[in-house]
């Protein structure tokens, strides 16, 4: 079955602790070249199937429940795995 | 500058209590065609550029800090917004 994807990421001008404890961690584990990172969270809702009325639901339950506009953005997207480079599925 | 992409999720055979929450609280805001949700993290990594180096490099982080190989698998994708259907930006 086709799973739609909500990305909830912090607003740019909303401090991200999370990411900051990240970013601090990489130089020290030998890791450079990262001049930022934000952290935030996915959703992989799995759907009947995915149409126009289907993904404006998905919106509004990424709106209502997933997200807290106040502080977070999120994107809705179809899953696809065309653009992955590089992953662990073991 | 470019933003490399890690996903990090729990593994299907692993319990995902974050997911099962959001699943069920679905119903009862009156949206219904949701089969299944897992909930993971996401990770924006900002880079200098995107090499084959690089790229490597943060699979080396996704495997040793942004996730737990023993429960998550993740994957590592350069960021594109051409498949985005629906989100919020304000």
């Known amino acids: 079955m086709p799973v739609v994807v909500v990305d909830v990421m912090p607003k740019p001008e909303i401090l991200d602790p999370q990411g900051k404890a990240v970013q601090g961690a990489l130089p020290r584990l030998g890791f450079a070249g990262v ?3 934000r952290q935030g969270k996915r959703f992989e809702l799995t759907v009947e199937e995915v149409t126009d009325e289907v993904l ?3 919106a509004k339950m990424a709106e209502t429940l997933l997200s807290n506009p106040v502080i977070e953005n999120f994107t809705v997207r179809v899953e696809t795995t065309s653009e992955i480079v590089a992953g662990a599925n073991a």
Chains 1, 2 share one sequence.
């Open 35 to 37: 001049s930022d990172v």
């Open 56 to 58: 404006a639901q998905v």
